[in-house]
């Protein structure tokens, strides 16, 4: 039998090699075994199940719906394919014990994924997914036929995206967006984030442009990662046909990236601040600010100068969520494109984070390059650089260690003011400048990131991450 190891947010493995029906069968077995043997007081023994246009996806996503319906669970089934925060919000609005959503996110055409989602509508915290994993292979697995379930009104099948995107509209002033006549472009990279916005837009005076729509499992032979590498059909289009603003959501849409209304890429820290700037300046409101470790600075003097409470947590939306939980949070957000918004799921969600952005256009009636301008004006210049590098996991303790105790003394020419150590080793710098090593939870790869005020600067300090690598 393979080995079956939860990472971030799930299981994720290659289709037909490892993420086969036997082996997905095992892993919805142990999590109807869980969750029976945990109910969580207050929500019902219902769970969710959704799919993104992945290989098979819907052949999955089925036989899940199967395996939890034999376990005695009622089963909330998708219509369609559909994002992994629509399915979190049914968790959440069906007060369900949870959800499990196919796909692989932004991972190759040949992988597939197993999400898993706590009663919250957020992803599972790694404790409930280590249960789960020591559950595997504990009892025989238990199915339904998926027609005769559906007879007996044990699988409900349900659009799941309606009540999330009625939900989004909520979010924000959707009257002055609908009124805006904005011009906008959604790059969906061929994800299942393809047609949200046309629907959500539907009926208003915008003009809304779908960029790499079609399902294509192969996902046009890129990724499906909002990054710039993967912009350039869509780039050379907008360059030839401008637009107001480029949306780009990953393959699942829970994940951003973006570009301007002419195809030139933005940054996730950009489009964080852009948002943060927004909810402060315009929205006049406050709360706590959550950014995991890599994320900009500029979130920081932000946060200085509005007055804002910055809380710093490790790498991965699960510490975002926990910390939305406690309430008070104004926005949450990760290096990676994950942006949550308080009233409505503990989740990332790049659907909303559209909308939101369409709203800030709408109030502002500015092109988005003067508005980036103002932030950068007004906050100085921040470039971020990162790169993957292969290093054995076992000596990565080691290093990490060795980066704690032996801090340099300076980061270009800057003193060093911070080492911060809780998720991989973070060097900050009293001009904000930083340098961060911090290693994959699951694959011998070391990421090293940097930010700097220019391009150069932040590739030299990469190469400072580099050096230190090499001194184990």
Same mark, same amino acid.
């Not at 892993?27 to 799919?51: H, I, R």
């Not at 939890?68 to 629509?86: D, K, M, R």
């Not at 009663?119 to 994993?133: R, T």
């Not at 939900?167 to 969906?188: G, N, T």
């Given at each position: 039998? $393979?080995?079956?190891?939860?990472?971030? /947010?799930?299981?994720?493995?290659?289709? =037909?090699? /490892?993420?086969?029906?036997?082996?997905?069968?095992?892993?919805?077995?142990?999590?109807?075994? *869980?969750?029976? =043997?945990?109910?969580?007081?207050?929500?019902?023994? !219902?769970?969710?199940?959704?799919?993104?246009?992945?290989?098979?996806?819907?052949? +999955?996503?089925?036989?899940?719906?199967?395996?939890?319906?034999?376990?005695?669970?009622?089963?909330?089934?998708?219509? @369609?394919?559909?994002?992994?925060?629509?399915?979190? %919000?049914?968790?959440?609005?069906?007060?369900?014990?949870?959800?499990?959503?196919?796909?692989?996110?932004?991972?190759?055409?040949? *992988?597939?994924? *197993?999400?898993?989602?706590?009663?919250?509508?957020?992803?599972?915290?790694?404790?409930?997914?280590?249960?789960?994993?020591?559950?595997?292979?504990?009892?025989?697995?238990?199915?339904?036929?998926? /027609?005769?379930?559906?007879?007996?009104?044990?699988?409900?099948?349900?659009?799941?995206?309606?009540?999330?995107?009625?939900?989004?509209?909520?979010?924000?002033?959707?009257?002055?967006?609908?009124?805006?006549?904005?011009? %906008?472009?959604?790059?969906?990279? +061929?994800?299942?984030?393809?047609?949200?916005?046309?629907?959500?837009?539907?009926g208003t005076s915008c003009r809304v442009t779908t960029l790499n729509g079609e399902h294509d499992p192969g996902f046009g032979g890129i990724n499906p990662e909002p990054i710039a590498r993967n912009y350039a059909k869509s780039a050379a289009y907008l360059a030839r046909h401008p637009h107001d603003l480029c949306l780009?959501?990953?393959?699942?849409?829970?994940?951003?990236?973006?570009?301007?209304?002419?195809?030139?890429?933005?940054?996730?820290?950009?489009?964080?601040?852009?948002?943060?700037?927004?909810?402060?300046?315009?929205?006049?409101?406050?709360?706590?600010?959550?950014?995991?470790?890599?994320?900009?600075?500029?979130? /920081?003097?932000?946060?200085?100068? +509005?007055?804002?409470?910055?809380? @710093? !947590?490790?790498?991965?939306?699960?510490?975002?969520?926990?910390?939305?939980?406690?309430?008070?949070?104004?926005?949450?957000?990760? @290096?990676?494109?994950?942006?949550?918004?308080?009233?409505?799921?503990?989740?990332?969600?790049?659907?909303?984070?559209?909308?939101?952005?369409?709203?800030?256009?709408?109030?502002?009636?500015?092109?988005?390059?003067?508005?980036?301008?103002?932030? @950068?004006?007004e906050f100085g210049p921040h470039r971020y650089a990162r790169i993957d590098t292969r290093f054995p996991l076992e000596k990565r303790a080691a290093l990490m260690a060795y980066c704690r105790d032996n801090p340099p003394a300076r980061l270009l020419k800057s003193p060093l003011a911070d080492v911060k150590s809780f998720?991989?080793?973070?060097?900050?710098? $009293?001009?904000?400048?930083?340098?961060?090593?911090?290693?994959?939870?699951?694959?011998?790869?070391?990421?090293?990131?940097?930010?700097?005020?220019?391009? =150069?600067? $932040?590739?030299?300090?990469?190469?400072?991450?580099?050096?230190?690598?090499?001194?184990?």
């Amino acid at each position: 039998m $393979a080995a079956i190891k939860f990472g971030t /947010d799930g299981w994720r493995a290659v289709i =037909a090699e /490892d993420f086969t029906f036997a082996n997905l069968a095992r892993v919805a077995q142990a999590t109807a075994d *869980f969750w029976t =043997a945990n109910p969580v007081p207050g929500t019902q023994p !219902t769970a969710v199940v959704g799919y993104d246009r992945r290989f098979l996806s819907d052949q +999955f996503a089925r036989l899940v719906s199967e395996i939890l319906a034999g376990n005695g669970f009622s089963v909330i089934h998708t219509a @369609e394919p559909t994002p992994t925060p629509s399915v979190s %919000f049914a968790v959440k609005r069906a007060n369900a014990v949870g959800g499990v959503m196919l796909t692989a996110s932004h991972n190759p055409p040949a *992988f597939n994924g *197993f999400k898993l989602k706590a009663w919250f509508g957020g992803s599972a915290e790694p404790s409930l997914c280590q249960a789960v994993e020591g559950l595997l292979d504990r009892s025989p697995v238990r199915s339904m036929p998926f /027609d005769e379930a559906v007879r007996q009104k044990k699988i409900v099948v349900r659009d799941l995206r309606k009540p999330h995107f009625a939900a989004i509209k909520r979010l924000v002033d959707f009257d002055l967006v609908a009124k805006s006549k904005i011009r %906008f472009a959604h790059e969906a990279l +061929f994800g299942v984030g393809a047609g949200c916005f046309d629907e959500l837009l539907a009926g208003t005076s915008c003009r809304v442009t779908t960029l790499n729509g079609e399902h294509d499992p192969g996902f046009g032979g890129i990724n499906p990662e909002p990054i710039a590498r993967n912009y350039a059909k869509s780039a050379a289009y907008l360059a030839r046909h401008p637009h107001d603003l480029c949306l780009v959501t990953d393959g699942d849409a829970d994940r951003v990236g973006g570009m301007d209304g002419r195809g030139n890429a933005l940054s996730t820290h950009q489009i964080i601040c852009l948002l943060l700037r927004h909810y402060v300046v315009n929205r006049r409101q406050t709360g706590r600010v959550a950014k995991a470790l890599t994320t900009t600075s500029m979130v /920081d003097k932000m946060c200085a100068k +509005f007055g804002l409470e910055l809380v @710093e !947590t490790g790498v991965g939306f699960k510490y975002i969520a926990a910390e939305m939980m406690k309430g008070g949070v104004l926005l949450g957000f990760e @290096e990676s494109g994950g942006i949550g918004f308080p009233g409505h799921i503990p989740e990332r969600d790049g659907i909303a984070a559209g909308l939101v952005l369409l709203e800030m256009l709408a109030t502002e009636r500015k092109p988005l390059v003067r508005l980036l301008a103002g932030l @950068e004006k007004e906050f100085g210049p921040h470039r971020y650089a990162r790169i993957d590098t292969r290093f054995p996991l076992e000596k990565r303790a080691a290093l990490m260690a060795y980066c704690r105790d032996n801090p340099p003394a300076r980061l270009l020419k800057s003193p060093l003011a911070d080492v911060k150590s809780f998720d991989g080793v973070k060097f900050v710098a $009293a001009d904000g400048t930083w340098l961060m090593l911090r290693g994959s939870g699951t694959e011998p790869i070391l990421r090293i990131y940097a930010e700097a005020r220019t391009d =150069a600067d $932040a590739q030299a300090l990469l190469r400072v991450g580099v050096r230190l690598t090499e001194r184990l």
